[in-house]
């Protein structure tokens, strides 16, 4: 302490209207406070946050009465940085401030008026003991790296791409696809307004590929992310299309002239065959065809070369070889969607076994006019079906599988319902435990498959199966399910029944946390900041999510959180800078013994061994103040700035000194 | 290699042939397979609604036995003892307080179990120890193109743990078409058997064991392939009554899996106990 001089510090004691006056003895506290050392004024105040509790302060400190400052009040969450603040506006470092928490942790959770005192003067005794070794401080500045990078070309990182980019911030658009436009673009109608999915798509993935600040990284993938908020270097490697995406003009004779067209198609789901030269569907963008290394048979034997022969700007590459581009970027939103539940994995429900049960997926390519029917609802021998189920939560809401309701099937199940019933007449059973159709318009839909004749069953689907037991059963796909409302199992007898299969988290999600540093909740999703306040948020900065990585959503709420997440980005990057938080690490090299324990421990490749001086090597810009290195330091080499062994041991020998 | 398995109350009563086809088969593979000597009741899952600790007493005190003499995986045929007994693990973690006294009980009387001691349907043993290969070298061919169903009961795999597979075990299919046997595509496999209900509510019980029955006879089986003692005798025991309650013949032999693998290896039909069954199944199709 004698270090600095003779420290002069204000001590503010917050009633907090009655949050924490009623508790707390006020009076008692300051009177306490004046008794300390090195206190030079102690005062109280109704709400030291408002604007005149401020003014105390910074009247005070420019009178010269006091040079450092300690606020009893409420959080640090709340209005430490109210009152940093208010320390510099007196014309103190805003460091030499030390906020002592009463009310969440002492008024609003101690019963006892006398304990409450006694704990609020032991915390005020902390953080006068504290601040009055505080040093003066300096945050940071860093450059903002303005562009920016969406994962993902689905609708949600179509919408953040498009967004960003209108606003004249250059954008790369990595999609690992060969073509934008994600889950929506194999979609048919879109609930509950049946809308074409494809006319309200289309446009916005053609101006996504039209647009001057978008560089669309299809058929390519992240590599690996380093850097840190506004300054990321990321690796993104470029698949080989084995087409000169410079010289293809997406004329498609290739694809014509491919004589190998029996592979099954990715995108329809397997339902139709595509050519070993292909795009997935006509409105693919980037319009480039991609060559399919494993079943081409020139990449076999070296012959064919159709392709090759008949592509008239000679773009046809068998040599391409997979590439690495680097890019900078200030801000990430990551939007990599979901992954369709396997439907195979609940085994009584015969996928896979019955060639008529289908899942939600590969019906929505069945209904689409440009799916592998044409449009047309068939089963599979061609016939249409006079009796059609709908097994809702296949795969959601099963504490087998997952616990969580997908949100999206209960609506989409309707669509599908009103589709069946309108293009083949056929008789529609809807199977469900709740029906959860909230969202605007959503219920008036669910009334108007009502009136449709659409036959509600409230029960989850216990089993699909082709064993008849009565004669009216022979032949059919029999569903058998508890229908609750009357309290008796029921067996009705289908020619094809439709799982609206869960929404899951993507199958390389975790790699891809890992990647960008983020954390993923308890199914898998990943975590945002704040479940309510910071939905688009990671827990690490400059890194943001949209759509269905997040969790099971619909087509509204992912554009909305694409959207949300691009202004999100935005704000960040068009700052042009950023402050840090002085927390960082600091090195006392004289100290440092070269044992190198805190190099493999720091989580963000801020230490390194100088070889040359044995000692290691300490940078700042890439500390984020974790406090790991700190801890494990053995000769106390490595301190932390604003938790330095010293301020520490004061603020508990304060605690400890108070009774 | 030397196994230990847990007999229970059938393998000496209705599932006799069960038991004595096992060994054989163990015996024909190069495997011994030994009763746990001092047994006693598993502990019975009826039993466990009337008294818990006491019926948890009898099964944890079957699973001392074999721990105190180093058996690491006990080879348990019914699969309702499977169910008894894998409750004591299962309690240890669900319901620790229950499981510490009555292991304190059982120390009083020099008794103690550390839970070293897995329970293995000898299904599994085969499948997952011994191996289709190895099964290969000792098939005889006998049974080429013996059309069977695959029926596991409601209590094989379970209690139900993280295990995906529990409503479609596949293990009995890929031995007998290994061994080439022809299975057909059984849904029914997992499907209750009526359990006691077959003694105390026949509507019910007689019912499950028809759908059973009808959807086996209606693939044309040569017999249905159980791995459960009271599964085989409700699916034999009823038939004829069963066929004129119906008005439908689902006549059909039942086996237990084990005499099924017996035949094929050319084991004499006495030491498999096959004069024991109500139908034995006609080979001369096979």
């Known amino acids: 302490m004698e270090r600095n001089g003779h420290p002069k510090i204000g001590v503010y004691v917050c009633h907090c209207g009655v949050n924490i006056a009623d508790k707390v003895n006020v009076p008692d506290v300051v009177e306490f406070a004046s008794s300390l050392p090195y206190v030079a004024i102690a005062r109280e105040y109704q709400f030291m946050c408002s604007d005149p509790g401020q003014e105390i302060i910074e009247q005070d400190l420019r009178d010269g009465l006091v040079d450092r400052v300690v606020v009893a009040a409420c959080s640090p969450l709340m ?28 008024s609003w959770v101690t019963a006892d008026g006398e304990l409450a005192t006694d704990k609020a003067k032991s915390l005020v005794a902390a953080a006068v003991r504290r601040v009055a070794l505080a040093e003066p401080l300096e945050r940071k500045q860093v450059p903002i790296d303005d562009h920016a990078l969406v994962v993902g070309g689905g609708i949600a990182g179509i919408e953040a791409a498009l967004v960003l980019a209108n606003a004249g911030r250059k954008v790369y658009l990595v999609e690992r696809e060969p073509s934008i436009g994600g889950h929506m673009a194999m979609f048919d109608k879109t609930f509950p307004t049946l809308d074409c999915a494809a006319c309200i798509l289309t446009p ?11 560089e669309v990284l299809a058929y390519s993938e992240v590599e690996d992310v380093s850097g840190y908020v506004g300054n990321f270097e990321v690796r993104v490697r470029r698949k080989a299309r084995y087409i000169n995406e410079d010289l293809c003009n997406g004329c498609g004779l290739c694809i014509e002239k491919c004589p190998w067209k029996n592979i099954p198609s990715e995108f329809d789901q397997g339902l139709g065959n595509r050519p070993v030269v292909y795009m997935p569907f006509p409105q693919a963008v980037p319009r480039l065809p991609v060559i399919d290394r494993e079943h081409c048979v020139y990449f076999q034997n070296g012959k064919c070369g159709a392709c090759k022969k008949f592509c008239p700007r000679d773009a046809i590459d068998f040599e391409q070889e997979d590439k690495i581009v680097e890019l900078k970027v200030g801000a990430v939103v990551i939007a990599t969607g979901f992954k369709p539940f396997d439907a195979s994995r609940i085994p009584l429900y015969g996928y896979g076994r019955f060639p008529n049960v289908i899942t939600s997926v590969e019906f929505e390519r069945m209904a689409n006019a440009a799916g592998p029917t044409g449009g047309k609802i068939v089963m599979k021998d061609g016939s249409v079906p006079k009796r059609v189920g ?3 939560c296949v795969g959601s809401r099963n504490q087998n599988y997952n616990s969580y309701c997908s949100t999206v099937c209960c609506m989409y199940s309707l669509k599908f319902a009103h ?11 809807n199977f469900y435990i709740d029906m959860r159709t909230a969202g605007k318009g959503y219920e008036d839909f669910y009334h108007r498959l009502m009136a449709e004749g659409t036959h509600f069953v409230r029960g989850r689907v216990a089993e699909i199966t082709d064993v008849p037991q009565v004669p009216e059963e022979d032949g059919h796909l029999v569903i058998q399910a508890e229908d609750t409302l009357i309290g008796v ?72 959180q694409g959207q949300g997440a691009a202004a999100q980005a935005l704000s960040l990057i068009d700052s042009g800078s950023m402050e840090l938080e002085p927390n960082t690490a600091f090195l006392t090299e004289e100290l440092c013994s070269g044992c190198r324990t805190c190099v493999g421990l720091c989580p963000y490749n801020a230490l390194a061994f100088d070889e040359e001086r044995k000692v290691v090597a300490l940078n700042e810009a890439l500390c984020k103040g974790c406090g790991v290195c700190v801890a494990a330091c053995p000769s106390g080499a490595l301190q932390q700035h604003l938790y330095t062994d010293e301020q520490i041991l004061e603020e508990i020998r304060g605690v400890l000194a108070y009774g | 290699m030397k196994y230990t398995y847990y007999p229970g109350c059938s393998m000496e009563g209705t599932g006799r042939n069960y038991g004595e086809s096992l060994v054989a088969v163990f015996k024909a593979l190069g495997h011994d397979l030994e009763p746990l000597a001092d047994f006693n009741c598993c502990g019975f899952i009826a039993y466990m609604s009337i008294d818990q600790a006491q019926a948890l007493a009898l099964a944890a005190r079957n699973l001392s036995l074999a721990e105190q003499r180093g058996v690491a995986e006990l080879v348990t045929p019914c699969t309702a003892c499977q169910v008894v007994l894998n409750r004591v693990d299962d309690f240890r973690v669900r319901y620790p307080q229950l499981m510490d006294s009555v292991l304190s009980t059982m120390r009083e009387s020099g008794l103690d179990y550390r839970g070293t001691v897995k329970i293995k ?81 026949e509507a019910v019980g007689l019912d499950s064991v028809f759908k059973l029955l009808q959807g086996a006879k209606r693939l044309g089986v040569d017999a249905i392939a159980t791995t459960c003692p009271l599964c085989q005798f409700n699916l034999e025991a009823y038939q004829g009554r069963i066929s004129a309650m119906f008005d439908e013949d689902v006549r059909v032999p039942v086996m237990y899996f084990s005499e099924v693998l017996g035949l094929e290896f050319g084991i004499p039909e006495k030491e498999l106990g096959l004069q024991r069954l109500f139908a034995p199944p006609s080979l001369a199709r096979a």
Do not use: W
């Not at chain 1, 589709?419 to 059973?429: D, Q, S």
């Open chain 1, 419 to 429: 589709l069946v019933h309108e293009r083949t007449g056929a008789e529609v059973y």
């Open chain 2, 121 to 201: 349907h000898p299904l599994e043993v085969l499948f997952d120890d011994v191996g289709v290969d190895s099964m290969k070298e000792r098939a005889k061919g006998k049974l080429s193109g013996f059309r069977v169903a695959c029926y596991y009961g409601c209590l094989y795999n379970r209690p139900h743990t993280i295990s995906e597979e529990h409503f479609f075990p596949t293990k009995m299919e890929e031995m007998f078409s290994g061994l080439g046997m022809e299975v057909v595509d059984y849904h029914l496999k997992t499907k209750c058997c009526g359990g006691s209900l077959t003694n105390t509510v």
């Open chain 1, 489 to 560: 199992v029921r067996r009705i007898p289908v020619d094809m029944v439709i799982l609206s299969i869960a929404m899951e988290p993507q199958a390389d999600a975790t790699e891809v946390r890992r990647k960008f540093g983020m954390s993923c909740s308890g199914d898998g999703f990943f975590l945002e900041k704040h479940p309510k306040l910071a939905p688009t948020a990671t827990l690490t900065d400059g890194i943001f999510i949209a759509g269905a990585c997040q969790g099971p959503k619909d087509i509204p709420a992912s554009v909305a």
């Open chain 1, 204 to 214: 916005k993935m053609v101006q996504v590929g039209q647009h001057p600040n978008i």
């Open chain 1, 79 to 106: 209005h430490e940085g109210t009152f940093r603040h208010a320390t510099e506006e007196g014309g103190a470092n805003p460091f030499l401030y030390q906020h002592a928490n009463i009310r969440e942790h002492v």
């Open chain 1, 390 to 392: 709908i097994a809702h």
